[in-house]
């Protein structure tokens, strides 16, 4: 087994240092020095391994995704049907862990820039051909060929509407209301398919 070199260790908690600072000062009041209180370094050694805040904030962008990618590419492990691969990727996207205020409150913080930095629109842009891509290899087992990007489309939307939502309101929105809400659209998309499945029990 290889073991992981020092640097690669210190970038993972600065990375994930300037997320957390990211949850509780956005954008605005997220600054090198308070990442690096967070991780316990000094400032100094945050630009020994990152440029700049820009550079910073898009690593940690990269590793929080890499997390929710990682728990929806575990349950699509285990997925036996085009059906189940569908369930995957929604359950995924709202496991508990991550289907928080707080994670949400610095994922809303790092798209508001996205217009404004290239780099941080490149990784919104993968995110969003890979969520396509995992919906269209179950939609079109599905559904007719001409309905599948229309569906697609329309649960990326919800799903994104639903964390939108979750940063924006002061009551929580739990994630069985957040999978409620995807059954509700399935069940008009995709009547027969989603009558016996998981999600549309919960």
Known sequence: MRLA?????RKRELRRAAFEVLQREGMAGATLEKVAAQAGASKGIVLHYFANK??????????????????????????RSPLERLEAIIEGNFEERFFQPSVCHA??????????EPQLA???KVIHMRMRSN?????????PEEECEAVALGITALIDGLW????????????KDALRQMRDY?????PSAFAQSSVADL
């Not at 070199?5 to 260790?9: G, H, R």
């Not at 994922?107 to 404004?116: D, F, G, Q, T």
């Open 164 to 175: 939108l939502r979750l940063g924006l309101q002061t009551e929580r929105l739990t994630s």
């Open 135 to 143: 919906l269209m290899s179950a939609l079109v087992h599905m559904l």
């Open 54 to 79: 820009q550079e910073l904030f898009e690593h940690a962008m990269r590793e929080a995704n890499a997390a929710l990618r990682d728990a929806v590419v575990a349950r699509l492990n285990l997925a």
């Open 107 to 116: 994922w809303l913080a790092l798209c508001a820039e996205v217009p404004r």
């Open 122 to 124: 490149r990784i919104q």
């Open 186 to 190: 399935l069940s008009h998309r995709l």
């Open 5 to 9: 070199k020092i640097s690669d260790i």
